[in-house]
């Protein structure tokens, strides 16, 4: 292995990226509006029926509820959404205005999602209600 | 050791730099979301780390398919009709390696790296695997060494179609004319296979040539009602270039290490992507299905 080559290659790699990112590549993501992260949420998870939808205030999140009884959470990565289904409610908490929602994945994370103290604290409550 | 031929892959990584640029410079002035630098940086520095884990095991692959050689059915010289088989038989031998990639989890968990962007641009195209050494991908181009074409011959035909894949990674060009997009893989058909709407699911998988797909029933056209949305069922949600080499080889070990049973630990290792035990998770076929059944019942 050539450790010139490999020096340069990953230099080049740099150089590449931070040139996307002077073109200002990628920039300005948002999820959208509420039929868009409809929209989103039966993309990712074929048959899924949403009902409801928590929207981060920034349109960096969503938690969307389906008719049976089913969740998609969305969350923005780089300039598009990635996404976790759960058949049943996952773990969720109301934090101020912001709702958590644990995927149980370490590297997808915790995703919080700016809704207003009300709005979190009413879906932080299915988990309870669904727990009753 | 036989006199090898040049590498084209190395003649050809200027040409994909300066091309990468000019694709940004398109994004730009079209669809600047086409771009996204950190995911640009992660495909790049996978690529990179691919050509070191090439470098590491390319000997020991060359020299097995070496000795091999002296097994040889034939002895098959560098004529001029021996090029074009050994192309043909090379690309075949990628559909098949790539159909089995997408079809059994031990291959997939080295092949997931490429599709692991929610991109479609030619910095994907370089988004490689580190570990198709170990998941013994090589192995399906063996026996054309077998056969008795030169290793060299090979190793060439190899590199040429890995270069033609390089320009198929791209929103920027629509369909080539009709009579290409008949014979020769493009970026139309390959859009495709990187798409996960269910339609698109487990479709494409030509290296080359598109033919292969024709005949063997597994070919999708692109439609202009259903776009591609690109990555995996389970996009990774992060940038993270260690975690985005080795997920599915994690996911695969803490499957087979914690279900019990010989029968469900096999099916973990060599079942399609998603498979599990309790049917509680998505493989390609569950999510057709109930794509099917949605569409049915609307």
Avoid: C
Avoid at chain 1, 102 to 116: K, L, N, P, S
Avoid at chain 2, 149 to 177: C, D, K
Avoid at chain 2, 255 to 275: A, C, E, H, Q, S
């Amino acid at each position: 292995m050539n450790w010139i080559v490999l020096g340069a290659s990953l230099a080049a790699v740099f150089v590449v990226a931070a040139i996307a990112l002077a073109l200002g590549l990628g920039r300005g993501a948002q999820l959208g509006e509420r039929e868009r992260v409809f929209a989103m949420a039966r993309d990712f998870h074929s048959g899924f029926r949403p009902v409801d939808a928590a929207i981060d205030g920034n349109d960096r999140a969503a938690f969307v509820r389906g008719d049976d009884g089913d969740f998609v959470l969305l969350k923005l990565h780089g300039v598009h959404g990635a996404g976790r289904y759960f058949a049943a409610t996952p773990s969720l908490e109301s934090k101020g205005g912001t709702l958590l929602v644990q995927t149980g994945e370490r590297m997808f994370g915790t995703v919080a999602i700016d809704v207003g103290a009300d709005e979190a604290r009413r879906w932080a409550g299915k988990r309870e209600a669904a727990h009753a | 050791m036989p006199e090898m031929l040049p590498d084209p892959v190395q003649y050809a990584i200027p040409a994909f730099i300066i091309l990468i640029l000019v694709e940004m410079l398109i994004a730009r002035r079209v669809d600047a979301s086409r771009y996204e630098p950190k995911d640009t940086l992660t495909s790049l520095l996978l690529g990179t780390g691919s050509t070191v884990a090439g470098a590491l095991a390319g000997g020991a692959v060359v020299a097995l398919a070496v000795w091999l050689s002296q097994f040889r059915l034939f002895e098959i010289g560098y004529v001029w009709w021996a090029w074009i088989a050994v192309f043909l038989l090379d690309d075949l031998a990628y559909y098949v390696f790539h159909r089995l990639a997408h079809r059994v989890r031990w291959f997939w968990a080295s092949h997931v790296i490429h599709h692991s962007s929610q991109h479609y641009n030619l910095s994907t195209a370089l988004r490689q695997t580190w570990t198709g050494f170990f998941s013994l991908s090589f192995a399906f181009s063996l026996p054309i060494v077998l056969i008795g074409f030169p290793v060299p011959m090979l190793l060439f035909a190899s590199g040429v179609n890995l270069i033609y894949q390089f320009w198929i990674h791209t929103e920027a060009v629509g369909r080539m004319p009709r009579w290409f997009e008949a014979v020769f893989n493009t970026p139309s058909h390959h859009r495709v296979h990187h798409a996960t709407n269910p339609r698109y699911l487990d479709r494409n998988y030509a290296g080359m040539l598109i033919i292969w797909d024709r005949m063997f029933g597994t070919y999708e056209r692109e439609r202009d009602d259903d776009r591609p949305r690109y990555g995996i069922i389970k996009n990774l949600g992060s940038f993270n270039l260690l975690w985005a080499a080795t997920h599915e080889w994690i996911g695969m070990a803490k499957d087979v290490l914690t279900i019990p049973g010989w029968r469900n630990k096999l099916g973990y290792l060599f079942g399609p992507p998603g498979w599990s035990h309790d049917g509680s998770r998505d493989t390609s076929d569950t999510i057709k299905a109930r794509w099917r059944d949605g569409a049915e019942s609307e």
